[in-house]
């Protein structure tokens, strides 16, 4: 048999609340996003047009991370972030805007998660699994916490599935750093490439194209070794 609640813990009735209130959250969010086609809007014609608009902002780099933070918890997507920090920023300012934003933003999902969430989950599972649970993820669970952001794994879900479980905060917040680093400075790297040929042609754009697919590729091949490395029991 589980044990009893923890005096600390809020009652079932009240957790049950919560989690309720974060689902119908996601939901409207999600259709919110649906009907407004956040991705399709950001496409390869409009890049020109949000560069001319917003590079001469001092203000749009906390502008950047801010989205992030505050649209990551409803389950945005990241792809509008990564497409316009890497046209409007270039690879390495957009690459380290980039990775602060999305570190923001997954940190802010998870105590979304953590305090609407997780109490609710230790109810169903009990209190003795809870804690045999979140000492075994404090014990094993940072490699692998940082090999799921390698492989295609949809970032809101390791995000709230890390909150419900019982990750330490501190092991999220690192392990995340680690794992999303690679990705964001490949990805951004690509789409200031693809931001760079509406701006202007010739051997640079080529280059920037060419490292681009180059990094890319590097990463496509550490996701595999992720992925057959990151055990999933």
Do not use: C, K
Not at 160 to 170: E, M, Y
Not at 173 to 180: A, E, F
């Amino acid at each position: 048999m589980s044990r009893r609640p923890s005096p600390d813990r809020p009652g079932l009735r009240s957790a049950a609340l919560r989690f309720g209130l974060m689902v119908a959250v996601l939901v409207a969010a999600f259709f919110i996003f649906r009907q407004t086609e956040l991705v399709d809007r950001l496409s390869l014609d409009r890049l020109a047009e949000i560069v001319d608009t917003v590079r001469g902002w001092w203000w749009s780099p906390l502008a950047l991370i801010a989205g992030w933070a505050l649209l990551s918890p409803l389950g945005s997507p990241g792809t509008p972030f990564l497409l316009a920090a890497g046209v409007v920023f270039g690879p390495w300012w957009g690459s380290l805007y980039n990775l602060i934003g999305a570190v923001a933003g997954a940190t802010t999902s998870f105590l979304f998660a953590r305090v609407l969430g997780h109490d609710f989950v230790a109810h169903l599972l009990g209190e003795e699994r809870m804690e045999r649970l979140e000492q075994r993820i404090a014990h094993y669970g940072f490699w692998p916490l940082a090999s799921l952001r390698l492989i295609p794994f949809p970032w809101p879900v390791v995000n709230f599935g890390a909150a419900l479980a019982g990750v330490p905060f501190w092991t999220f917040v690192t392990s995340s750093v680690i794992g999303l680093a690679p990705m964001i400075f490949t990805f951004t790297f690509f789409y200031a490439s693809l931001g760079s040929m509406t701006a202007a042609n010739g051997r640079e754009t080529a280059l920037w194209l060419i490292a681009a697919l180059a990094l890319m590729a590097a990463f496509a091949a550490l996701r595999f070794v992720a992925r057959r490395r990151t055990p999933l029991d």
